[in-house]
Structure formats: structure tokens, C-alpha cells
């Protein structure tokens, strides 16, 4: 039996183990912290860590707060006392779960709740799932008939598009080794009273199943932890052949292309797509929606526009070529006024203004009136070329292969009323700055995320619009010459508005 030091030593070591060959000093760890048992002990440990020297980082925590048990206010409060006491940063972060998503309460919540650690301020976001948690993941996914990826469980470390890295440091650790560490210690937890509602499949695995199961197999948490590794490295092996036959099968824009798609294997085809979908942050496709959109892919031609929702966002074709989205955040209601600033938030992503010499946009053009930036509203006309006559929007958007979906959220920028420059196009002829005349050149980057691109660099995912408006032309970076590898993901951090330009 593990005595109290013992339990100790073995969460310090696990966490050395962890941190100290991948952080670096003064890196910022955030925990998920729910007030329960597991996290509680985590945050303490690192807390304890931190401020011995023993590891150079920074702790804090973030609390999601669900609003589904009548008693999720005082779970807040609770972690708030703590976090008091430990005088560790915290953020609470209230969600509205959804009922109607067909993904079940817990699922939804589950979403959620990463979706609020994909946007934590920090280097790295630190879980506390054990190895009671493994064994219960890759049983529960086992049961539902999960693939290789599915059966090799939790990851205990992970890169998140745009996020802190995500860390389960204590993945290798019994549950009894961290109760044993809170005991030792006196720390105190929350019990949530849905982890013994059996009604929820993970509880009846929790209380009735895998109890059973070690009465006979004593071994087989421990087991189960196991297995999962080697399933982890058959994952990795077909992730590594998945990024082969992409790079076989991208198109220019680094985007899968559906007729060398075509020419893979049908095995080869579903491994690359459920690759594709992971590194767009999806979850593991269900086996019917893979069929689905295998046999919609197999029928769609250069000229066909498909579209397959998941709770996770869509898949789509156009031109040719495969798109996996998230979620896209509108663009405001109501018009955004420019004065300055350097950078603006615009429909999830930002807006970026640099002066320059004879680049861009008028600067005394842009001084003298009101600016405004506004969504697409229909019907709206511009003159990219001054030997041209002036154009509709619609055309030109269509003739730069903007896809459809990303046309409503494009930015347009008004001076004075008229439309002076559009993202994704470029500017009016009649604001363009002359050669030697001082110019103000926008840009919009969007924070659409296509997990099809080649290795996306930290600043870069998917459809990132750089407008050269000198040449009235659109580049498209997608990403196809950045990192790999599991290393934080130091990328966008949405920047506030305001402060001139520079």
C-alpha cells in the first residue's frame, strides 16, 4: 500500500517527469480546475512545486462553471476560495450548455468546456485525469466501437490550434496515490452528485463494471493504461502515413484535393479524412457519419459544393478541394468605426492596419472622414482596376475563389460612405495610395481553422487573407511551410483593440 510520502514523491516526480523537459522557465500552467478531488490535488501539487523552485513556472486555474447542478455556483465559490488561499490566479468562465445537439448532455458540456480551454491565456492547460480515467476511457471507447486513435484513449499531452498545449501530467498515476497525496496534505474537494448517476455510461463503467473486473483481473486498470499506449503508437504509425498521403493528395492551397483523393485506397481515404478532421480539432467521427461522407466524396466532382455538419462543425467541397471547419464567428451586427487603431476584431479573427509608403489605402483619404467596416450586405460595387469600370463584389469575390461561407464574414471598409476597400480583394482604385504618399495598408486574418492545410505554423490556420492592395491582389497562406511537433502552440492570441498605428 502507498504510504502518504510515497504518494507524494510519486506526484512530484510525475510532474517533474513532465514539466521540466518541455516547459520552459516561467511558462504559465493552467488548471482546469472543477473543485474535485483530482484537480484540487494537481493545482496544489504545482502550486507547491512553483513555489519552492522546484519547477519554474507560473501556476493558475481556469473554472468552468456549466450551470447544470443547482449547486455549479457554489463549486465556483469553492475553487475561488481556494485559489484565495493559494493566491493563484483564476478565471471563471460561465457556459449555457446546449440540450438539443444530439450529443448528449454530457458531450455538450464536454465541448464546451475544452472549448473554454482552447481559448485560456497560458502555456499550457493542465488536466488531472489518472489512470483510472484511461482505463475507463478505453474500455468506454472500446464499447462504442472506436478505431485505433479512439482505443489508445487520453493522450497525456496534446498541441491545441491556437490554445495552450494541453498536459495530463498524472495520466500514469493511480487514483489512489492522489487521494492519498490530498490526505496527506489536508486538502478538502467538492463531490459532484451526477458521478454516482449510473444513467451516464462513464459512471456505470466507474461504479459497476470495473470493480467486477479487477475482483478477477487485478491488474486491469493498470492493463487497460497499457494497451492504450500500444494503441497510441498503431495511432501514430497511421497519423505518420496519414501526413504522407496528404502531402500526395494537396492541392496548391495545401487544401486535400478531392480527385487525387479519389485515387487513395479506400482504407488509406477514411485514414487520412479522420486525420484531417482530428487536426482540425474535431472528435473521432462516428463510423455512420465517416460512411456518409465517404460516399458523398466519392461522387463529387471539381464543379460539386457538399456540405456534412458535425456537432464539431463541417466538411465541405468547393472547387475541388476538401475544407474541415469550425465553428465561424460572425461578423458585428452593426457597422465597427476606425480611428487609428492598429488592430480590430472582426468575426472571430482580426483586422490589422500598418502604415507604409505608397502602399495600401490613402492615409489623408482615411483622416479626413469617417471610416466605417461593415459586413456584405448585397449589391455592393468595386473598382480594383482604374482602367476598369467599377465591378460587382459578387464577381469579383467568385472570380478570387473566396468560398461561399467566408463571404458574409469578409470585412468591408467605407471612407466617407463609399466603399473603399474589401478583405479578400483589395482596395478602390480611387483610394489606392500613390507611389511616395503615405498609406495605410489593412489586412484581415481570419481564424478560420481547416485541418486539410499542410503543417500550420502558430500564426496561421487555414484561410489567413493578406491583402496586397498595390496589386490589388489575394494571397491565401495556408500554412504549408510551418512546424510540426507537440511543442506549445505559442500562435494567435486575440488582440485587444485600440493603439495607433505604427
Not at 478531488?37 to 519547477?55: F, M, N, P
Not at 486538502?187 to 458521478?195: A, F, K, T
Not at 467605407?414 to 466603399?419: D, N, T
Request: proline content about 7%; aromatic content about 6%.
Amino acid at each position: 500500500m502507498t504510504r502518504p510520502t510515497d504518494a507524494t514523491a510519486r506526484i512530484d516526480s510525475a510532474l517533474n517527469a513532465f514539466f521540466r523537459p518541455r516547459a520552459r522557465p516561467g511558462e504559465r500552467v493552467c488548471v482546469g480546475l472543477s473543485g474535485g478531488l483530482d484537480s484540487v490535488t494537481l493545482l496544489h501539487a504545482l502550486w507547491r512545486l512553483a513555489g519552492s523552485g522546484e519547477l519554474a513556472i507560473r501556476p493558475s486555474a481556469v473554472h468552468v462553471h456549466h450551470g447544470i447542478s443547482p449547486r455549479a455556483g457554489d463549486w465556483a465559490d469553492f475553487c475561488r476560495g481556494i485559489c484565495a488561499r493559494l493566491e493563484v490566479p483564476l478565471t471563471v468562465v460561465r457556459v449555457e450548455v446546449p440540450l438539443d445537439t444530439g450529443e448528449g448532455l454530457e458531450g455538450a458540456a464536454r465541448r464546451l468546456r475544452h472549448g473554454v480551454f482552447a481559448g485560456v491565456d497560458a502555456d499550457w492547460l493542465a488536466l488531472a485525469h489518472h489512470r483510472d480515467d484511461q482505463a475507463e476511457t478505453v474500455l468506454l471507447n472500446l464499447l462504442r466501437g472506436a478505431g485505433v486513435s479512439g482505443a489508445a484513449g487520453m493522450p497525456s499531452a496534446r498541441s491545441q490550434v491556437n490554445g495552450p498545449a494541453l498536459a495530463r501530467p498524472l495520466l500514469g498515476l493511480a487514483r489512489e496515490i492522489i487521494l492519498r497525496y490530498a490526505r496527506a496534505h489536508g486538502l478538502v474537494w467538492i463531490e459532484d452528485e451526477s458521478n454516482g448517476d449510473a444513467r451516464f455510461s462513464r459512471n456505470f463503467l466507474r461504479r459497476d463494471i470495473l470493480p467486477r473486473l479487477l475482483t478477477r483481473f487485478p491488474e486491469a486498470d493498470a492493463s487497460l493504461a497499457r494497451a492504450a499506449e500500444h494503441f497510441a503508437e498503431a495511432a501514430t504509425l497511421l497519423d505518420e502515413l496519414a501526413a504522407i498521403d496528404r502531402d500526395a493528395v494537396s492541392a496548391d492551397s495545401g487544401r486535400i484535393a478531392v480527385k487525387a483523393f479519389h485515387r487513395l485506397s479506400p482504407a488509406r481515404a477514411r485514414n487520412l479524412l479522420r486525420y484531417a478532421l482530428r487536426r482540425a480539432g474535431f472528435r473521432a467521427p462516428e463510423a455512420r457519419w465517416l460512411d456518409e461522407a465517404m460516399k458523398q466524396l466519392a461522387s463529387a466532382g471539381a464543379s460539386s459544393e457538399i456540405c456534412l455538419a458535425t456537432p464539431d462543425g463541417e466538411l465541405r467541397v468547393y472547387r475541388g478541394e476538401i475544407h474541415v471547419l469550425l465553428p465561424l464567428e460572425p461578423p458585428p451586427a452593426e457597422p465597427l468605426p476606425w480611428s487609428g487603431q492598429a488592430v480590430l476584431p472582426w468575426a472571430g479573427g482580426r483586422l490589422r492596419f500598418t502604415a507604409g509608403t505608397g502602399r495600401g489605402l490613402r492615409a489623408d483619404a482615411l483622416a479626413a472622414m469617417q471610416v466605417l467596416i461593415t459586413p456584405r450586405r448585397g449589391g455592393e460595387r468595386l473598382r480594383p482596376d482604374a482602367h476598369r469600370p467599377r465591378r460587382a463584389l459578387r464577381n469579383l469575390l467568385q472570380e478570387n475563389a473566396v468560398p461561399p461561407w467566408e463571404r458574409q464574414r469578409l470585412p468591408l471598409l467605407w471612407i466617407g460612405g463609399r466603399l473603399a476597400w474589401v478583405g479578400g480583394i483589395g482596395c478602390d482604385a480611387a483610394f489606392a495610395c500613390p507611389p511616395g504618399e503615405a498609406g495605410i495598408l489593412p489586412s484581415w486574418e481570419s481564424r478560420e481553422r481547416d485541418g486539410n492545410s499542410g503543417s500550420s505554423p502558430p500564426n496561421h490556420t487555414g484561410w489567413d487573407l493578406s491583402i496586397d492592395t498595390d496589386n490589388k491582389s489575394l494571397h491565401i497562406d495556408t500554412g504549408r511551410a510551418g512546424r510540426t511537433g507537440t511543442a506549445p502552440d505559442r500562435g494567435f492570441r486575440p488582440t485587444r483593440p485600440g493603439g495607433p498605428v505604427r
